[in-house]
């Protein structure tokens, strides 16, 4: 193992906000990018950096306040940008232009420069200023409605998961960026539509669509290759347990499992396609013998006939998970106001060089002193005039 992390030697400038952009720049902290995060000067932001989703999404990162509102703050941007190897942000189009700190602005003071621009519908084309957050963009992908039930109103996915899949995009699309910088010595804009990047993950729905002229429904918790497969009430207050039966094989398993009742004998039930035609039948009859067990015993029987099962976990179940825990999943942190901290560790492990979980999410202005003064070389007077001045 070597002593230094695989992106020690990278600086990224990060002006992203909310999830996406914070979740990519993240990554790369935890793997030794020295991440400068600019912070807002506004008095009712302060109480942000106490919340819990914003100490999720930035730890290992530094943090600077900036006011991008006055051409000194701005100025102090782009010096900031000449001694980093690349910038993120998650705005619409037009705020880094409006501050003059575009990408053809910058690469005009550092010509190597990497910049990443990760907006709903990406920077061209006629709906390149429309703004949204994780659900707006699962909405325009089409995987809200492909995640509903037939013939009801769109209901879609809980989380953003949209701001995840977009992050992890984004992060690898640096990455890549960096490999080439390192080969050629030339930089790079990378603009990321995050409904682009969701929609990536809808392959067979396209393809339907574009290759055959059929429009793929919504299945709700249905499948066309496995039954049962669902979510099944099971013992308790909403508690449930998800099923998956693929094949002949594996009905015998299930049926083992639920000691061979009388009804799984019947001949509909004999192959996969007479259990997908009478699916409606079957989930009922299977949700009679998954109401009568916890949602961790019917997962336990189920799994030990070689059947696909798992418990829907909450925040608690995930929290006690033996699994999660044995994996390593999640990670403490001391926060220097909320004490110890808890959040999901990196989702991805390099053997020689580990993901390092080294600080909190920094409060507001916290590395201020060492960004201006250290990296800047700013004296101490200045940065008091910048301050009075609302510029820091």
Not at 19 to 29: D, E, K, Q, S
Not at 30 to 46: N, S, Y
Not at 156 to 173: K, Q, R, T, V
Not at 201 to 223: C, F, H, M, W
Request: glycine fraction near 10%; aromatic fraction near 8%; proline fraction near 6%.
């Amino acid at each position: 193992m070597t002593n230094r992390p695989v992106l020690h030697n990278i600086r990224i400038l990060d002006f992203a906000w909310v999830l996406a952009g914070p979740y990519a720049t993240r990554i790369l902290a935890d793997f030794g990018a020295e991440v400068i995060k600019i912070q807002p000067l506004m008095p009712e932001a302060e109480d942000d950096f106490s919340r819990g989703y914003y100490n999720t999404w930035n730890r290992n990162k530094l943090g600077i306040t900036l006011n991008l509102g006055n051409p000194q703050g701005v100025a102090l941007a782009r010096r900031l940008v000449s001694i980093s190897d690349a910038v993120v942000e998650n705005f619409t189009p037009r705020v880094m232009a409006n501050w003059g700190l575009d990408y053809d602005s910058l690469k005009k003071i550092k010509p190597d420069l990497i910049m990443l621009s990760m907006s709903t519908m990406g920077n061209t084309g006629p709906w390149c200023d429309y703004a949204g957050f994780g659900p707006t963009v699962q909405a325009f992908s089409g995987i809200t409605y492909l995640t509903s039930f037939p013939g009801k109103p769109p209901l879609g996915l809980g989380p953003s998961y949209a701001d995840h899949i977009a992050g992890l995009l984004a992060c690898l699309a640096l990455l890549g960026a960096l490999e080439y910088r390192q080969r050629t010595g030339e930089g790079q804009y990378i603009d990321v539509s995050q409904v682009e990047a969701m929609a990536s993950l809808l392959g067979d729905a396209i393809l339907d669509y574009t290759v055959k002229g059929r429009q793929v429904e919504p299945v709700g918790n249905g499948s066309t290759e496995a039954a049962p497969h669902g979510v099944y009430r099971c013992r308790g207050d909403d508690r449930w347990c998800t099923i998956a039966v693929f094949s002949d094989g594996e009905w015998q398993g299930f049926k083992l499992a639920l000691g061979n009742p009388p009804w799984a004998e019947a001949r509909r039930f004999a192959t996969l396609t007479g259990r997908l035609e009478n699916s409606e039948q079957l989930n009922r009859l299977v949700e009679g013998w998954t109401k009568e067990h916890t949602a961790e015993e019917a997962m336990a029987l189920l799994q030990e006939q070689g059947v696909a099962a798992g418990v829907v976990q909450d925040a608690s179940d995930l929290a006690r998970d033996p699994q999660l825990k044995e994996r390593g999943f999640f990670i403490e942190l001391d926060h220097p106001e909320l004490g110890k901290t808890v959040s999901d560790a990196a989702p991805i492990r390099l053997s020689d060089t580990p993901a390092r979980y080294i600080r909190a999410a920094p409060l507001l202005g916290q590395d201020n002193d060492y960004v201006y003064g250290e990296l800047l070389g700013m004296s101490r007077g200045e940065l008091t005039k910048l301050k009075k001045k609302g510029v820091i």
